[in-house]
């Protein structure tokens, strides 16, 4: 249905700050673009540029090949769906659902319908003449869904949809969003600070720290091959192990020591060293890679897996280990962990190819 | 619910509620049972001594074309002023709210004429208006009005209307700014986004949901427009020209302590203090029923 397109689009508030520095992002049709990144770092400064309900101080927004910078919200024929879902407490479901299609001056026959298939779609045709007070939060965030898929939008934008939610019903609507996406074809934006949201929603992700992308790419990729120190610790949980010989310039948090003392020779260049904890092998070693022994100094029993924090070489780190565990506090386990496993960044923080 | 709350001693709830029960008793109860008693009471023509006369007040009250007059007067002064009150006060609140910078050098200004008191107030309209030497009389005339408030009542209740209005608007404005910071912002966006232009926003989201401030003025300003404006009028005009801005609380005052008819006084304000309950319970019983509390 549409593409969405970032040229250069930078932010710059009237007391100076600068938000957004210049972001380029293509969005392909029917695609979910998930940005993501720590509070304050421009994410959501971006989508309302998109939605049209902040001015662009610089660069183009464009939906469907349309530059739309001077475009009002309404006209861009995009819908919105809100962190608090910004409900209109003083009309009934229905009316909620229905109010954009009557602004628009669409016949009643045809608003009755939407509004029903779009309610049947959520399991909200019980609840229609309620008002969103008497509702839960899952059911207003249904309704918030449903007042954008009525529209039947170029563009779906969600703001932390879920960050409202018990963790429970976040999982569950998080595979209904994907599902409902999939299902409409609808080219989406998603905000959220949530990295497993991010992770489980992206048909591409946008990872971005202090109002610059820091990594554009498939979930997968950018866990496989994360693009910095901070693409690498704010993807997956629990965070990369970051070890380094100097201490990093941003963002990251990295444990700083020797790095010699784990047997691996380092590309050029090289002064972090990334080890996710899922990595870490307890087997006897039988490649070539790192190699140390860690001292356990606590241990979280999960379930499925187990994880060991503890240090070695001066380095703390977290090691990942399938199922139960028998390690107490005090043991040394010698780990390893295979070469084409590991991830070198440069003193700036990037990625160094190995 | 919040958990009731118990004392432990029995006397001190009681000592507790007593300096409120003793204002109102003194300055409510007692006032109003003495208006009761007087309206039924009517005194020789010096003071000397009274009668019991039943209802006879009030049936004379009521069938006197000068109270009806003044029922009239009232009903048109009260409804005027408070929605001209309102009115004003909602659309200067409406625009301070666009307002970015200085917006609270603005609300200051805006709150300053209701530190006026009545009477200064009707004063300075009074001097304004006035057909002899106020300045927008002088230039009302020079536009081509024959402006007179002396002697056309029509003038005159339209001064009144508009001063009584004037200081109460910074009161409603107050509740106003107050009521629209209140509606989240993400409401107004959302409305935007469903393609709601800005006078379709505001009467289809702001205005239902500015509706508890609006009904809370309501009852406020209609109380104000029959009690709290006695100081403009009696500056003002004086109940005149022949009687047109008189209102109820205006012509008890005038028959009571101008003309010393103290029982037909008494009679009237027992019939006011009637009026402004049901006005009030009709308020309640059905307007606030069209009002969403969030």
Redesign the interface.
């Known amino acids: 249905m549409a593409t969405v397109e970032l040229n250069g689009v930078r932010k710059v508030y009237a007391g100076g700050v600068e938000a957004v520095k210049g972001v380029d992002i293509k969005i392909a049709d029917k695609a979910l673009c998930v940005l993501v990144g720590p509070s304050g770092c421009g994410k959501s400064t971006l989508l309302r540029m998109i ?3 902040e001015t662009i101080s610089d660069g183009t927004v464009s939906i469907d090949g349309k530059v739309v910078n001077t475009i ?3 006209e861009r024929d ?3 769906v ?3 879902y ?1 409900l ?3 009309m009934k479901v229905y009316d909620n659902m229905a ?2 299609l009557r ?2 001056g669409m016949k009643k026959p045809e608003i009755d319908e939407r509004v029903k298939r779009a309610a049947e779609t959520l399991e909200l045709s019980a609840l229609l003449d309620r ?1 969103p ?1 008497e509702l839960s939060g899952g059911q207003r965030q249904r309704v918030a869904m449903g ?1 954008a898929i009525v ?1 039947n939008p170029k563009v779906f934008l969600f703001d932390e949809p879920l960050s409202n939610l018990d963790a429970k019903l976040r999982g569950q609507m998080r595979v209904e969003i994907k599902n409902l996406q999939r299902a409409l074809g609808v080219t989406s934006v998603y905000v959220t600070h949530d990295q497993l949201e991010a992770m489980t929603l992206a048909d591409q992700l946008v990872v971005m720290n202090g109002g610059l992308v820091e990594q554009i790419g498939a979930p997968l990729d950018i866990y496989e091959q994360p693009a910095s120190t901070f693409v690498a610790s704010f993807i997956g949980a629990p965070p990369m192990n970051l070890l380094g010989s100097e201490q990093g310039t941003k963002g990251a948090s990295l444990t700083v020591g020797d790095l010699s003392g784990l047997g691996v020779t380092v590309p050029p260049g090289t002064t972090t060293l990334g080890v996710r904890p899922e990595d870490f092998r307890l087997d006897a070693p039988a490649a070539e890679g790192l190699r140390t022994e860690l001292t356990v100094v606590a241990v979280e029993p999960v379930g499925a897996e187990s994880f060991l924090h503890g240090t070695a070489s001066d380095f703390r780190m977290v090691v990942r280990v399938p199922g139960r565990s028998s390690a107490q506090p005090g043991d040394r386990v010698p780990v390893w962990a295979e070469r084409f496993k590991l991830h070198f960044f440069d003193r700036n923080g990037r990625r160094v190819q190995a | 619910m919040s958990p009731r709350v118990t004392f432990p001693h029995k006397v001190l709830p009681y000592l507790l509620v007593a300096p409120q029960l003793a204002i109102t008793g003194v300055f409510f109860y007692w006032p109003a049972s003495q208006a009761i008693y007087q309206s039924t009471l009517r005194e020789d023509p010096f003071g000397l001594n009274s009668a019991f006369v039943g209802l006879d007040n009030f049936r004379r009250v009521l069938s006197d074309p000068n109270y009806v007059n003044s029922i009239q007067v009232t009903a048109i002064f009260t409804v005027a002023t408070a929605l001209l009150a309102m009115a004003v006060a909602l659309f200067l609140a409406v625009m301070v709210d666009k307002v970015i910078r200085g917006r609270d050098f603005y609300r200051t200004l805006m709150i300053w004429p209701y530190a006026v008191a009545p009477a200064i107030a009707g004063m300075l309209w009074l001097f304004m208006f006035n057909p002899s030497m106020g300045t927008f009389a002088y230039m009302l005339r020079s536009a081509g009005v024959y402006w007179d408030p002396l002697l056309n009542g029509n003038q005159a209740m339209l001064l009144v209307i508009v001063a009584a209005a004037w200081k109460q608007i910074s009161y409603n404005f107050l509740f106003f700014v107050a009521g629209l910071q209140a509606i989240p912002k993400t409401l107004v966006e959302a409305a935007a986004i469903d393609g709601a232009g800005e006078t379709k926003r505001f009467w289809t989201i702001i205005f239902p949901l500015l509706a508890p401030t609006t009904f809370f003025l309501l009852v406020i300003n209609t109380t104000y427009a029959f009690f709290d404006t006695f100081g403009i009028i009696h500056a003002v005009t004086g109940g005149g020209p022949g009687k047109s801005t008189e209102t109820l609380v205006y012509k008890v005052y005038n028959d009571g302590f101008v003309n010393l008819i103290l029982g037909d006084s008494a009679a009237q304000s027992v019939i006011l203090m009637v009026i402004v309950i049901a006005l009030t319970a009709i308020q309640f019983r059905y307007v606030e029923k069209k009002v969403h509390y969030g």
């Open positions: 939605a049209g309900l009002g919200p309404a995009i819908a919105m809100f962190q608090n910004a209109y407490p003083h109010y954009g602004n628009r008002r007070r007042r529209r």
